[in-house]
């Protein structure tokens, strides 16, 4: 079964949309889908998801623009499973990411958020390390190589909007998630 909702509302570029898309494919494990929710209409993506022909992957055109808050917020109303992952359309899933999110959430199983890091990579395809994301580390990170992920058990997490994070829908948490697929880090 799975624990793992991804979820990609998509408008845009479609080249970077495909490679979001490649990235979350290379996850290991079975416990998690991937559902795109395309906000556009551009050429050739329908097709592009059809001949993917991959179970795991879940693809949605809207008939309609809703505008880039509706269309997360209809990702959101897709959702099924346990963790919610809401990445956007021009991010990268590092390849170890369910990995490290699914031994966090193994470990901690209380969580309503887990955050494994953000590398924000720039326009000339390096990482990019901005004070933001370095007051970050240094305020919110878990400390030492045991724990590449911090995991927050109550909702909502204040330090955690904007940033890399799994939510867990259960009672006590929303049908929501302010996470962007990101690479783990150990700080």
Not at 8 to 23: C, F, I, T
Not at 32 to 53: H, I, S, Y
Not at 128 to 146: Q, S, V
Request: net charge negative; glycine share 8%; aromatic share 8%.
């Amino acid at each position: 079964m799975s624990r793992f909702e991804i979820l990609l509302p998509y408008y845009g570029d479609v080249a970077l949309m495909q490679d979001a898309v490649r990235s979350v494919l290379v996850q290991d494990g079975d416990d998690w889908r991937l559902t795109v929710v395309d906000d556009g209409t551009e050429p050739g993506v329908p097709e592009w998801f059809e001949q993917l022909a991959d179970p795991r992957v879940r693809y949605l055109r809207n008939e309609r623009d809703l505008g880039v808050t509706g269309n997360f917020n209809r990702c959101v109303e897709l959702a099924e499973y346990e963790y919610l992952v809401l990445m956007g359309c021009d991010d990268l899933m590092h390849p170890n990411y369910l990995q490290v999110v699914r031994a966090t959430a193994d470990r901690e199983p209380t969580a309503a958020v887990i955050q494994p890091g953000v590398q924000v990579i720039g326009t000339d395809g390096l990482p990019f390390d901005t004070l933001g994301d370095r007051t970050k580390r240094k305020l919110y990170a878990p400390k030492g190589p045991a724990a590449p992920c911090w995991a927050v058990r109550s909702w909502p997490p204040a330090c955690c909007a904007g940033t890399g994070c799994t939510s867990r829908r259960s009672a006590g948490a929303p049908r929501r998630s302010s996470a962007s697929a990101s690479a783990p880090t150990s700080v």
